[in-house]
């Protein structure tokens, strides 16, 4: 289902892509924010669909395109799931009150952040998902220390075969 190369990780599926949030999720702890980065049909929302159902989500997964957030409301944590795509400019953010979603116990995953440019807060994990061959090429980049402990435990979880 997925490859480690030299530039991220191959994914030859939706499957795969699924997959790859399933074993992100339960690595997230509180209070992070997790800034998605592909183009349109990538995989972002399938991959945000694997993160919730390893977090005990069962209920449908849509792209919150029109809504702009979409809240998953879990026992200990929730998670607010953005779609800043139709965004017509950054200050809607402050309208729709966005430092409460970002002020609580929350964890934040944010489709498309280049739109909210200057409003919202910088991510503690980039997930790039990019057109590879007949597949998607997924990287993680952690932006500070809590982005970098996750994203390593990723990779140690991936390496280990466990989740392949």
Do not use: C
Request: aromatic letters at 10%; charged letters at 25%.
């Amino acid at each position: 289902m997925h490859k480690i190369t030299s530039r991220g990780i191959f994914l030859e599926n939706e499957a795969a892509t699924e997959e790859a949030g399933r074993i992100l999720g339960p690595l997230t702890p509180e209070n992070t924010t997790i800034f998605l980065l592909g183009d349109l049909g990538a995989g972002k929302t399938t991959f945000t669909r694997g993160f919730l159902r390893s977090r005990g989500w069962s209920g449908m997964v849509k792209s919150p395109t029109y809504t702009l957030v979409e809240p998953y409301e879990f026992s200990d944590i929730p998670v607010w799931h953005f779609d800043l795509y139709r965004l017509k400019d950054p200050e809607e953010l402050e309208l729709m009150g966005i430092r409460d979603y970002f002020a609580g116990r929350s964890i934040r995953v944010v489709e498309w952040p280049e739109q909210g440019q200057g409003i919202l807060p910088d991510p503690d994990l980039t997930v790039s998902i990019l057109y590879e061959d007949n597949g998607r090429l997924l990287a993680l980049t952690g932006m500070n220390s809590r982005g970098s402990e996750i994203a390593a435990a990723f990779m140690a979880q991936l390496r280990s075969g466990a989740n392949s």
